[in-house]
């Protein structure tokens, strides 16, 4: 069994940034993609950033492209997603996310073994 425990969400003005933490704990991710999700109101769970293990590939939303950044930590066992220009629209709960996938692609929902717990990421105009 896997745990991610999220952190870094937060109430923060258009135009600003934040950094969201995944804390890995359990078996290691040998193989696992690891990734971030989210969800706001109305609207479906869609994958916003996906890296592998290895950390020589990394896909994002169009939505965030070229404002968000996912990287990791192997030593603590952590993913990040730094989010900059953030905009009203990204407003939602950002979920961490693993799992076991075959290729190189964003993490799909059905692909994902273990969640997070899930962080408020509100952007205000």
């Known amino acids: 069994q896997v745990q991610l425990v999220e952190s870094g969400g937060g109430l923060v003005q258009a135009g600003g940034s934040l950094r969201l933490s995944c804390a890995a704990s359990g078996r290691t991710f040998s193989t696992y993609v690891r990734g971030w999700f989210r969800q706001a109101p109305g609207k479906e769970r869609e994958s916003v950033a996906t890296i592998n293990w290895s950390g020589d590939s990394t896909f994002y939303a169009d939505s965030v492209k070229g404002r968000f950044t996912i990287s990791k930590d192997n030593a603590k066992n952590t993913v990040y997603l730094q989010m900059n220009s953030l905009k009203v629209e990204d407003t939602a709960v950002y979920f961490c996310?693993?799992?076991?996938?075959?290729?190189?692609?964003?993490?799909?929902?059905?692909?994902?073994?273990?969640w997070g717990q899930g962080t408020q990421v509100t952007v205000s105009s």
């Open positions: 996310a693993a799992g076991l996938s075959t290729g190189y692609s964003l993490l799909r929902r059905e692909q994902v073994s273990y």
